[in-house]
């Protein structure tokens, strides 16, 4: 079975930044692309970035040039360094496979950007 563990989130002043982690594992985690989503309050989860087995990364506009999603392949882990953030990017943080899930999902690490 799929575990996917999310940590790294924590209340940050607007302009602040952090960096997540995503460790996955019982899966063959370099073969897949995997994704960034967020989730806020009484909203959708969404789709904020995304990483193919061979590096190439997309975002979402409005985290285009802030934020930048890296993996490492030996440490079965992906990452979402958040630059310049702001108050909109408060929400629940997960990663998971894309574009379709690995049928489980992690429980999220929580962002909250305020002064």
């Known amino acids: 079975q799929v575990q996917l563990a999310e940590s790294g989130g924590d209340l940050v002043q607007p302009g602040g930044s952090l960096r997540l982690s995503c460790a996955v594992s019982g899966t063959i985690f370099r073969l897949y692309t995997m994704g960034w989503y967020r989730q806020a309050p009484g909203k959708q989860r969404d789709l904020v970035a995304t990483i193919t087995s061979g590096g190439s990364t997309n975002y979402a506009d409005s985290v285009k040039g802030r934020f930048t999603i890296s993996r490492d392949n030996a440490k079965y882990t992906v990452y979402l360094q958040m630059n310049s953030l702001k108050p909109e990017d408060t929400a629940l943080y997960y990663c998971?496979?894309?574009?379709?899930?690995?049928?489980?999902w992690g429980q999220g690490t929580q962002v909250t950007v305020s002064s």
């Open positions: 998971n496979k894309h574009p379709t899930s690995f049928g489980s």
